[in-house]
């Protein structure tokens, strides 16, 4: 009932920037929460940053000062805007998005994953 489309991955150097959106189409009647996620080989999946319906934020540590993360609500679509890019933060980055279905059921849907590479 949920679509989610990432868009934005891809290679770029170090000190690089890049911007990932993903996009929710479907039965929505609202939603919530949409975060973003990375798993890097040899890792565990873990958070990036997330965005409540309300505006509040979390970052993960490794990545405050230089990820953003917004949300349009009238597109339904979750942005990370990736600045001073580091070896590092390179990984398979998901969004989440959890909200509420027309027909009142809740929902907990995950992107298809959008490799971003940070190496010269």
């Known amino acids: 009932q949920v679509q989610l489309v990432e868009s934005g991955g891809g290679l ?21 929460y949409m975060g973003w996620y990375r798993q890097a080989p040899g890792n565990e999946r873990e958070l990036v940053a997330a965005i409540a319906s309300g505006g509040t934020t979390n970052y993960a540590a490794s990545v405050k000062g230089r ?29 989440n998005i959890r909200g509420v279905l027309r027909d009142t059921r809740n929902f907990d849907f995950w992107g298809q994953g959008t490799q971003v590479t940070v190496s010269s």
Do not use: H, W
């Open 67 to 95: 990820f953003t993360i917004s949300r349009d609500n009238a597109k339904n679509t979750v942005y990370l805007q990736m600045n001073s890019l580091k070896p590092e933060d390179t990984a398979v980055y998901y969004c």
């Open 12 to 32: 770029v150097q170090p000190g690089g920037s890049l911007r990932l959106s993903c996009a929710a189409s479907g039965s929505i009647f609202k939603i919530y």
